[in-house]
């Protein structure tokens, strides 16, 4: 037996009361060092709560990083979902959907209150991250992450996932390019305040939160980032003459633009390069997809009239069609461009018992390049 229910999927009049869809909160899973700590969520607020619930620098210095990183980017007060792991599991071990001890334990615990997770790793000593530039565990934790997030949107949390990029061997040139793994819900952070080959994850988590899903991680217009200077491996940014080419294969990156001071993200690359190859066109479905279900559960195993051929009324597919077009144009607003709903009316629902309806989000554009062209005049 199965159960009545909305199911939302992603394809290539009336007032109601606003839904709650919150843009961003985030969790953050990651290798800590005691064992109180590991399989256990808790919610923190800012990273003096953290520390005091036992993620302090001396004690979990690689979990510390991110939560400083993090509230230094939100500059304030934020709900995150946090959860120590052992060193022994690996990011795609987190991420895997059989895991009952990984990532799926705090997303559940959140109850689907998340719509970003960032994923790190501080490996034990002697630990094997083969031969190539990037960690092997990365491509692997990527694979993981698209079955992981399908199953959050079958039970209607969707999520998108910042996975750190560790770097294996920084002089290798056999280097992953996630734009080819066709993953639009996960994305890999390269870089980050350390020369040690880790990757700022809690950083790109900071920024996101702190803004609105359709807002980019790299918009010039928010300023810096609050770190001063940003490495990937050994070597900081400025001094990386392959910077411009690792940002091509698909990373979320870091950059500085001529004439401006600080380090900005450059594009939001998610694994893919499809309609979700940007994590602003990911996250703004997300709120989408939360919006739609939460207004269609209203409507199941309600009654809707049909014509002489057991298809669904006319005046039942402009109601149907004006609740979610209300509700998606008051809490997306602008941030998109506009929406199409299509409810065809060649439904037999006598027979089917089923509503088809079909969304087209059409996001914002970006400013990604601009092209000057620039001359003298003898006018």
Do not use: C, W
Not at 255 to 261: F, G, I, S
Request: cysteine-free; overall charge negative; glycine content about 10%.
């Amino acid at each position: 037996m199965s159960y009545p229910k909305v199911v939302v999927a992603y394809a290539n009049g009336n007032l109601l009361s606003d839904v709650a869809a919150v843009d961003g909160i985030a969790g953050l899973v990651g290798t800590v060092n005691t064992a109180g700590l590991q399989g256990s969520p808790v919610v923190v607020f800012n990273l003096a709560d953290a520390e005091s619930k036992g993620f302090t620098e001396a004690a979990e210095p690689a979990m510390h990083r991110h939560l400083k990183e993090f509230y230094g980017e939100v500059g304030g007060n934020q709900e995150l979902y946090v959860m120590g792991v052992a060193a022994t599991q690996t990011m795609a071990d987190i991420l895997d959907e059989t895991n009952v001890a990984g990532a799926k334990k705090l997303i559940t615990a959140a109850e689907g209150k998340v719509r970003l997770l960032g994923v790190f790793r501080k490996p034990p000593t002697g630990y094997a991250a083969g031969t190539d530039f990037l960690d092997a565990d990365v491509s692997a934790a990527v694979v993981k992450a698209k079955v992981f997030a399908q199953a959050r949107l079958a039970a209607l949390t969707p999520l998108r996932i910042l996975i750190e990029g560790r770097i294996a061997v920084e002089s290798s040139a056999t280097i992953y390019e996630p734009d080819t793994a066709s993953n639009g819900f996960a994305g890999v952070v390269l870089g980050g305040t350390l020369p040690d080959n880790s990757a700022s994850v809690g950083l790109a988590l900071g920024r996101a939160v702190k803004y609105p899903a359709h807002i980019k991680l790299g918009k010039v217009a928010n300023g810096p980032l609050s770190i001063t200077n940003a490495y990937v491996g050994s070597k900081l940014i400025k001094d990386l003459v392959s910077l411009e080419s690792i940002h091509g294969k698909g990373y979320i990156s870091f950059m500085k633009h001529p004439q401006k001071a600080g380090v900005y993200f450059g594009i939001d690359r998610m694994s893919s390069n499809d309609d979700y190859r940007l994590l602003a066109h990911g996250r703004v479905l997300d709120k989408a997809a939360v919006i739609a279900a939460a207004t269609y559960v209203e409507q199941v195993e309600s009654e809707v009239n049909v014509t002489a051929d057991g298809n669904i009324s006319d005046s039942d597919i402009a109601y149907l069609s004006a609740l979610i077009d209300q509700q998606i144009k008051v809490n997306m607003g602008d941030q998109i461009s506009g929406l199409e709903v299509t409810i065809s009316p060649a439904q037999n629902i006598i027979n089917t018992n089923t509503l088809s309806v079909k969304l087209r989000v059409r996001p914002v554009g970006y400013t990604s390049f601009i092209e000057i062209e620039l001359g003298l005049t003898a006018a």
